[in-house]
């Protein structure tokens, strides 16, 4: 407990806003969807733990807690998205659609 800190929270709550115009209303980037909001930070956490290097000590943060033994890149990030990603089957055939000027 001696080591809790409410700035530590609010650097980290600093760094994500400033990385991240998601939480920017007047941006491009806005979320206007929860699963688009969660699935962009979901993506920025797996970033900035596992793909992101620290200035002082030259590790990511998951590095120094132990979680890997290596720094990991964009496309393992990408690898491990389409892992998870269900496989699609095939696609039935094509139906045509009737159009009211077809009537």
Avoid: C, Q
């Avoid at 990408?78 to 269900?86: D, N, Q, S, Y």
Wanted: net charge positive; hydrophobic share 45%.
């Amino acid at each position: 407990m001696a080591h809790v800190s409410t700035s530590y929270v609010e650097r980290s709550n600093l760094t994500m806003r400033m990385s991240l115009r998601r939480f920017t209303w007047l941006t491009n980037a806005f979320s206007k969807k929860i699963n688009n909001h969660i699935h962009a930070l979901s993506l920025y956490f797996v970033f900035y733990n596992f793909t992101r290097t620290h200035e002082a000590h030259k590790l990511s943060p998951a590095m120094a807690a132990g979680v890997t033994d290596k720094l990991w890149s964009m496309e393992d990030i990408a690898a491990l998205i389409e892992a998870r990603a269900p496989k699609l089957g095939r696609r039935g055939p094509y139906k045509r659609r009737v159009e009211a000027a077809d009537v």
